[in-house]
């Protein structure tokens, strides 16, 4: 079921589209600019919601990143910022919502659960503290690099192994062997 849209909603959507057919990597929108289009304040009913589908078109069809600035509009970012942010950015949230999804497992009951439930429930648990531990390493490297130290040093990938010589071996000598069955 796809959720309807009011209707200035939709006519708001489409006065950001025109207004701002043609944009540019490393523009600055600025709030008052998209308030006068919208028609109304980005925190009225419904704003924040015409400014995110805005910056997904922008995204969709000018394939421009785009970040929205405290107190002064929507960033379109340049392939350099967007390559120094977003991965940041994204990794940060990551983390965060790893520790949210750790901190709700907490609360889940084990006494309730049956063994097989408990035994998924420790597995998934183990799972997100290593993806937070990897993510936490990701964010510090990443940190370091960006802030022009070294990062933390990545051991070099093993050598291939060499292919493997096949032997025959002569025909074992007796009766087969036979498995006992269980």
Known sequence: MKFEENKENEEALERLKAAFETPRKGDMISWQSVESVMGRHREDRGGWSIIRRFRRWIFRKHRIVTFCADGEGIR????????????????????RQLGRGARELEAVDQNKLSSRERSILAHARAAIRQHRRETGRSIRALDKFLRGREPIPVPPAPPPRPERATTTYAPREGPPRMRPRI
């Open 76 to 95: 379109l970012l340049t392939d350099r910022d967007a390559a120094r942010e977003v991965p940041e950015l994204r990794q940060r949230k990551a983390y």
